[in-house]
């Protein structure tokens, strides 16, 4: 039988895999570095944003051989109404992953992450009606079993921080679930432009957040 994912899919997300534990160790290591705002929990938003911003677009142009032109016309197909849902469920998981790294474990944040597949089946079973095969179900309920088992420390030690944490950090599969069930509902679709107005999302919120902290003389940046 011929296999349905292509061999540079696989490859594509076993390196985003790999990136991200590095990826939580260089935030980890950033909050270490100082109380400043811009070091702080907004200040990584801030960055993080600013790069999906200005990255994002150039690079889309580079490997796709075209101009501003073609990457406009891209937002265009893609519709306000996908691109800002889009935008806002990545703008969404990419807060929950920063916040989370502040309160909890990196293990059980990257945990959390791992139940996206078990999420992703729900939602595209729900939403596209999708049969899902029955193997894949049971794997990803027993992955998912598993992960609750890493964390469940969280649930009874007297650490409310840890807890917390790892609520914030299940949003993340949460809405990574629902992002890639958008990806598949617009087939034939480029998704990159929802992920750069996701950095626009992120900068604006992140300013704003900031500017009140600042206003209002208050020193927590480094918190979620």
Known sequence: MKDAVPANAR?????????????????????????????????????????????????????????????????????????????LLYCIQNIAFIVAIELTYLVSVFSMIATGPLFSAAFSTLLLGETVPRHTLLSSAACAAFVIGIFADSFTSQSAEHLYGDA???????????????????????????????????????????????????????GG
């Open 168 to 222: 914030v950090a299940l949003l993340v599969p949460i809405c990574l679930g629902l992002y890639w069930v958008l990806c598949k509902s617009v087939k034939g679709q480029d998704m990159v432009p929802a992920l750069s107005l996701s950095g626009v999302f992120g900068i604006v919120l992140a300013l704003a957040i900031i500017g009140s902290s600042t206003a209002g003389g208050g020193g927590g940046g480094g």
């Open 11 to 87: 490859l594509t997300a076993l390196t985003a895999a790999l990136l991200l534990g590095p990826d939580g160790l260089l935030l980890r290591i950033a909050r270490m570095k100082g109380n400043s705002e811009w070091l702080g929990t907004w200040g990584r938003v801030f960055w993080r944003g600013t790069g999906r911003v200005f990255l994002l677009p150039p690079l889309w142009m580079l490997l796709n051989a075209k101009g501003p032109a073609g990457f406009v016309h891209a937002c265009r197909s893609l519709g306000v109404r996908r691109m800002a849902l889009g935008a």
